[in-house]
């Protein structure tokens, strides 16, 4: 009897040991920092995921609403080792769909099974739509079909695919020497380059976030709704923009010219209705922009190339010398065919003598002897101050990305000398870019207001629209000096007539023709321009057009006037604009 | 006699066994009850999780889809698109000749595109999940005698 309560006593005893023991593991586990390192590893691994949520980048539309710049659905497809059931089923399909190699694929599928690899393996980025539904044909196929007797069935189980955005540019090349590109083959790090996408890179793309979520599904949490990145509704009409690229791409053909730019602004806003430059680029492919730019070329001619812009540029001589006082239309000239300024002569285009002339005789036969004179009556001070009033020297501001800007010498400088009071009058030794030249030129279509030019016309962001209102730089030249330059311009054009007239529409305009410096001097070849406004009595277009280095002839009032001509011919049409007599029979009561 | 009294007013120990078996059983059908509605809302709150994350993967699907769709509607109308649809059907671009210009009272020139409303116009939307999917029971009961007290407290006023 003792005996058995001993043995009872001692299982009792060994009992409460093993309890105080699980007790005292269980405590101990509980309170060691291994336990604690562990928790918080799978906390980490298993209870929450790092999501880091790339906002949509915002579109770009045209003034009316066509998409210029959207984003495409694209697939991540992926392989998770441990959950593939058939390796060679996944690496053969995989490779037929997504014509990726098949060995490294079923390497992949078959990680698990002979590296233990637990690692999502990806296979291939940037895969089409198209392409993951003949994936889920496949996936679809294999679920209908008989299981085999002996060995894994096809399948395609721990194949994943996800979507994500991409740009893209459903206009292809149009315009995009305006929209610039995104390089989104970097997915995790791509920035617009160029142009709009540069400019507005920060609000395109919004603000990237970091979410912590919960892998339990008791603990709910919100994901943060995060706005997708502001969209630009530009000032680019898309059907303008079309129909000048055309314009401009024949017209570069046809007179074997390097290059072409053609710009269409209004006058009283500076949007820009329409900017063509050559040569085009796809944007949707532009790993291939060395190709189609190689080193020292231009992206976007209107705003990058300074280039001396010849006899345009007297429209600002000779708007300036009106405002000033210091001639008026009227005022005689005799031109003798040269003129000494600084020491050194200078002569007209044709090195002929036009006799007496008024300043619309001088401007409609873009006599360089008249214009430096003119210059000359002015003065020095008052004529760089005009220029820096045009922004001469000056960044326009326009709202893309690269614009370049030479700086105006100015007297007192070194490089200044004084025969550039007479070369700069008629547009030689000064560089400006076509932007330049188009937003200084607008203030004669605007009363002497000078418009900041912009593509950007208006943004949505978090879902509002904001307009961007138009901002006026300064009043350069009094109202009625650019009401006078605009009719003096209009006659000369109508006096000569131009191949830049337009039936039915009064047009004011001025041709250009600026020699090409070279390593000993100016050479023959030359950049041929052409800027012109109308209707003359409500401008509702500016155009220049700049052919560089045309071979059919130097002249541009040869090769530039009739691509203005051809280009206005087409924006009538495009922006509704009754010939001028129907347009003021519409206005009278 | 003293001694008397007390067994006369003692149970049965059968009785006394069968209260505490009764109360054994009434705080473990009682545990039991809770622990049962405490797995049913765990339950539930587990499965409305799991469809939220549901349709919020959806939901970034539908986001992407419309936006490619945006894009693909954009490739179909687009201008080198639209004017090869356009001498398929025999149209040819219109010239200036072509026109005829008509002054109709009351039709003003073709109005810049908005594609949101202006800022004035705007009313912030409500969060997506609703506070009744993440606040406890607690929270659900404070907030409930909060409105109550601050309610008639109102009604004093």
């Not at chain 1, 929450?48 to 915002?58: L, T």
């Not at chain 1, 209908?144 to 189980?157: C, T, Y």
């Not at chain 1, 680029?281 to 705003?303: L, Q, T």
């Amino acid at each position: 009897m003792n005996g058995g309560i001993w043995r009872m006593r001692l299982i009792g005893a060994v009992f409460v040991m093993l309890s105080a023991a699980i007790v005292y593991q269980m405590i101990r586990i509980q309170n060691s920092e291994h336990s604690r390192q562990l928790v918080e590893m799978f906390a980490k691994t298993y209870n929450q995921q790092v999501r880091i949520i790339i906002p949509e980048r915002g579109n770009i539309y045209d003034r009316w609403g066509n998409l210029l710049a959207g984003n495409k659905e694209v697939y991540e497809v992926g392989i998770a080792p441990p959950q593939v059931v058939n390796p060679e089923t996944v690496a053969r399909d995989l490779a037929a769909v997504l014509e990726v190699d098949y060995y490294d694929t079923l390497r992949k599928a078959e990680s698990y099974r002979k590296e233990g690899n637990e690692r999502y393996e990806l296979i291939k980025d940037f895969v089409p739509a198209d392409k993951i539904r003949q994936l889920e044909q496949k996936v679809s196929e294999y679920q209908q079909a008989e299981k085999p007797k002996k060995g894994a069935p096809p399948s395609l189980v721990g194949v994943y695919w996800r979507p994500h955005l991409i740009r893209s540019y459903p206009e292809n090349e149009l315009a995009a020497n305006v929209l610039g590109f995104y390089n989104y083959l970097d997915r995790w790090n791509g920035r617009g380059m160029l142009g709009l996408e540069e400019q507005y890179n920060n609000l395109l793309a919004g603000n990237k976030q970091q979410v912590i979520l919960p892998m339990n599904p008791t603990e709910i949490q919100e994901i943060p709704e995060i706005p997708p990145g502001a969209s630009l509704i530009t000032s680019i009409d898309r059907d303008i923009q079309a129909a000048m690229e055309r314009i401009i791409d024949e017209a570069v053909e046809a007179n074997g010219a390097e290059s072409g730019t053609l710009v269409v602004m209004d006058p009283k806003t500076g949007e820009i209705l329409a900017m063509a430059t050559t040569p085009h680029f796809n944007p949707n492919e532009y790993w291939r922009y060395g190709e189609i730019f190689p080193v020292g070329s231009y992206f976007n001619r209107a705003i990058s190339q300074l280039y001396e812009p010849g006899s345009v540029f007297k429209v600002l001589t000779m708007a300036a010398a009106i405002d000033a006082g210091a001639v008026q239309p009227d005022t005689p000239f005799v031109d003798v065919g040269a003129i000494e300024v600084g020491g050194i002569w200078i002569y007209n285009w044709d090195r002929g003598a036009w006799g007496p002339q008024d300043m619309v005789g001088c401007m409609q036969h873009s006599l360089n002897v008249c214009l430096a004179w003119v210059a000359q009556e002015l003065g020095p001070t008052q004529f760089y101050k005009y220029l820096q009033d045009f922004g001469i020297g000056r960044y326009t501001g326009i709202d893309l990305a690269g614009e370049q800007v030479y700086p105006l010498s100015l007297p007192g400088d070194s490089n200044w000398y004084p025969v550039n009071l007479g070369t700069n009058s008629f547009g030689q030794g000064v560089a400006t870019t076509p932007i330049q030249m188009i937003t200084a030129i607008a203030a004669m279509a605007n009363d002497g207001k000078m418009m900041a030019p912009h593509v950007v016309k208006a943004y949505i962001q978090d879902g509002v629209q904001y307009t961007v209102n138009p901002r006026v730089i300064r009043q350069v030249v009094k109202p009625e000096t650019a009401r006078t330059i605009t009719e003096m311009l209009a006659v000369s054009l109508e006096n000569e007539a131009s191949n830049a007239l337009v039936e039915g529409y009064r047009i004011a305009g001025k041709t250009g023709t600026a020699e090409i410096p070279g390593p000993g001097g100016y050479t023959n070849m030359t950049n041929a321009s052409f800027v012109g406004w109308g209707p003359v009595d409500d401008p509702r277009f500016i155009v220049y057009v700049w052919l560089e280095k045309p071979t059919s002839s130097p002249w541009g009032s040869v090769v530039a006037a009739p691509v203005f001509s051809q280009a206005v011919e087409e924006l009538v049409v495009l922006m509704k604009i009754p010939p001028d007599e129907i347009r003021q029979q519409m206005a009278s009561p | 006699m003293n001694q008397r009294i007390i067994q006369a007013y003692r149970q049965a120990p059968w009785r006394v066994q069968l209260q505490w078996i009764g109360l054994f059983l009434l705080v473990l059908v009682g545990g039991m009850l809770i622990a049962g509605v405490y797995l049913y809302v765990s339950g539930q709150a587990a499965e409305t999780g799991a469809r939220i994350k549901n349709l919020e993967l959806e939901r970034e699907g539908l986001a992407i889809r419309i936006a490619d769709m945006r894009t693909q509607l954009a490739l179909l109308n687009s201008s080198q698109v639209m004017l090869e649809r356009a001498e398929k059907l025999g149209f040819r671009p219109v010239e200036r000749d072509d026109l005829v210009f008509l002054p109709v009272a009351g039709v003003s020139s073709r109005e810049v595109v908005f594609l949101a409303p202006p800022p004035a116009s705007i009313q912030r939307e409500n969060k997506l999940l609703r506070p009744a999917y993440t606040q406890s029971l607690w929270d659900v009961l404070y907030q409930s005698v909060y409105q109550l007290v601050s309610s008639r407290g109102g009604q004093h006023q």
